[in-house]
């Protein structure tokens, strides 16, 4: 019930400070100097560009690496102040190859860049970033901005995000907002409507981006970085100590200790880069179990860094202790899926286990409806989102006590597979598919809730008690018994 209080208090502060920043208008440049640069063709303003290197770090990206390394080339920045770098880990012969004679072809047409790889794997994502800049071409550059393989930035990405890195010193990174719907980028083949599955994970992104990453950007000047569709200032990378392989999420990791140096961060919404979301439920579970995982980890290594911190106020210090890890990384996974998924159903079998009603009804209330508050043209699906984040606390919470606590595979990297659902071109091959087992093909910590659920709700439906919670539970047993035989994904919901 503590915990319970903790969670929407905290969702109440974020939610209001979004709700305000969206009531006044708010913007970035209210707060940090923005000056657009002059016209990249015109040779009086070559002088006013900086040095920019674009990452793009890859692993066996078969289906996208062409949209990911067009994009990045064609980019608007002087030619000679901008080097593309292909970060490419893939394992797959056939596909380096493919990835190599891509870069190739655009280095024909006069774009620098370069193609790196390496022997080995070491430290995944961190790992290639971190030999990404120890070439010496990079020394040379003064911002660093980093897509992943599915992500396409709009051609004046630059142009409307390094100005508030030149005009604001003070400033390392500036995080633009992942767009997966026509809504945000029109003329471009999405996959948010793809399927019931892509649908709730729009919400749960929409939520981050709007009310987290805003409120944190408003208040603190400070967030997490999402791994990609950002800007880095590479004296603020440096400062931080580089990339470090030693979470799941390098990315938050190097935001922390940049923090900690006393950097600010500016998230721009306005400026949307178009993604994939993840297309089955098992890629989006290893997706979540890494980031849970990972963020509950690197509260175990650094928030002794925090405490000691002299760069930063004692206010921000309980700001990132206590909201960005302890309740969001912790508290969040945990009471979701201990009271309503495990002490609630019991309760139905143990009278003597009593729940306030402020607890399994007037939280969850306030909860759905400061989600909905910022995601009102999703109202239609929050029952489904509601069921199916149900379901994901369980593996959620699985993956923050693993990164506490360090258990077996904490440290495990897995790779979000894309589909690449956007390409139109015909003459990128594809791999054949291979059988999975039965096993494989189903999931059995959901099935076996499901039946868990499912019991209790009998239960209370034959045994009327005090409580009648039936309803709830025979919802919450369905969801997971759908998710648990992979009950949706690439195929299109209601068709």
């Not at 093909?441 to 039946?451: A, M």
């Not at 009998?458 to 025979?474: A, E, M, V």
Request: aromatic fraction near 14%.
């Amino acid at each position: 019930m503590v915990m319970s209080v903790m969670l929407v208090v905290e969702a109440t502060f974020n939610s209001a400070v979004s709700l305000g920043v969206k009531a006044i208008g708010w913007r970035p440049e209210w707060r940090f100097k923005w000056e657009p640069l002059a016209g990249a063709d015109e040779e009086k303003g070559r002088g006013e560009y900086p040095m920019v290197m674009v990452q793009i770090p890859m692993y066996n990206e078969l289906e996208v690496y062409k949209l990911s390394i067009g994009a990045a080339c064609e980019l608007k920045w002087p030619k000679d102040k901008l080097i593309v770098q292909v970060l490419d880990d893939s394992t797959d012969p056939f596909i380096k190859n493919l990835v190599e004679l891509e870069c190739e072809s655009w280095a024909s047409k006069g774009v620098n860049i370069k193609y790196v790889t390496r022997s080995s794997r070491k430290g995944f994502k961190a790992g290639a970033l971190k030999k990404g800049m120890e070439y010496d071409y990079t020394k040379q550059c003064e911002y660093i901005a980093i897509f992943d393989a599915d992500f396409q930035p709009e051609p004046d990405f630059l142009l409307r995000t390094v100005p508030f890195l030149m005009h604001n010193p003070n400033v390392a990174l500036v995080q633009a907002r992942w767009a997966f719907g026509k809504d945000f980028i029109p003329n471009f083949a999405v996959n948010d409507t793809t399927s019931l599955l892509t649908r709730v994970q729009k919400m749960f992104f929409d939520y981050h981006f709007k009310v987290e990453q805003e409120a944190g950007s408003a208040t603190f000047a400070f967030f997490s970085f999402n791994g990609t569709a950002g800007v880095w200032r590479t004296t603020a990378i440096n400062e931080a100590g580089g990339w470090k392989d030693r979470t799941t999420v390098e990315d938050m990791d190097l935001a922390v200790r940049a923090s900690l140096n006393g950097w600010k961060f500016i998230y721009v919404g306005d400026i949307r880069v178009k993604s994939e979301l993840p297309s089955t439920y098992g890629a989006y579970c290893r997706q979540q179990f890494r980031w849970a995982c990972g963020g509950a980890n690197l509260f175990r290594k650094i928030a002794m860094d925090v405490l000691v911190a002299k760069d930063i106020s004692l206010l921000k210090k309980f700001y990132m202790l206590y909201s960005f890890f302890l309740v969001r990384r912790v508290v969040a996974p945990m009471v979701a899926c201990v009271l309503y998924n495990i002490i609630v159903p019991l309760s139905v079998m143990i009278p003597e286990l009593f729940i306030p009603i402020w607890g399994v009804a007037y939280i969850p209330m306030a909860l759905l409806i400061i989600t909905t508050i910022r995601n009102p043209r999703n109202l239609h699906i929050m029952p489904f989102w509601i069921l199916f984040e149900s379901v994901m606390t369980v593996l959620r919470m699985r993956a923050a006590l693993t990164g506490l606590m360090e258990l077996s595979g904490f440290n495990k990297w897995t790779v979000t597979k894309k589909i690449g659902s956007s390409v139109e071109d015909t003459q990128v091959p594809l791999l054949p598919k291979t059988r999975k087992r039965l096993r494989d093909r189903i999931n059995l910590p959901e099935i076996g809730f499901s039946v868990f659920l499912i019991f209790c709700a009998s239960y209370n439906l034959i045994f009327h008690g005090k409580t009648s919670y039936y309803f709830n539970l025979y919802l919450q047993g369905l969801a997971f018994l759908l998710l648990g035989f992979n009950f949706t994904g690439n195929f299109a919901c209601c068709q």
